[in-house]
């Protein structure tokens, strides 16, 4: 939904808006307008796990990248909020602000829980097709053979110079092949 600026006025009650931040500065606009200002912000996050050099990582993004969620009375705090630390602006569209519906919000938030993040981490399964992401055997795809979790390990199998081979890989040096859904 947008109103116009002289609609906004008018509303004596707080108000979601989305607000355009800075690169990469999604969590610490939320940060400093929750801090400095004593705005309520909601800044969802998104966890997962990805292959790199050095094995399998973990990494934290914002799981709207370059936006935030910001609940405020636009006619007494819009002049704070647009010039807070990280804010580029708030969300418009030519002359019309857009609001968002509190129960776009309340969603957002049931799914991300208190910790305002979604964290992506596919359970292997036994038979289902993996990257290994370390070690010698790095870059190789594989299916799992058995799950070792007192271990943290997996026993996958590969082919190895015309030879099918059973090995035991740390489970956090292996990647599921297929990309896992939200």
Known sequence: MTLTPAQLFSKKEPLWFCLKTQPKRENAAAVGLRKELGISCFAPRLRFRRSTQRGSVWFVEALFPGYIFAQFVYPERHRD????????????????????????IAA??????????????HEIEVGESIHIADGPFKGLEAIVTRLLPAKERVCVLFDLLNRTVEIEAPLLSVIPARRPRI
């Open 81 to 104: 909020v647009r010039h807070a630390a990280g804010v580029r602006q708030v969300v418009q569209f030519g002359e019309q602000v857009a609001v968002m519906d509190a129960s776009i």
């Open 108 to 121: 957002i938030r049931e799914r991300t829980r208190d910790e305002e993040t979604v964290t992506v981490d």
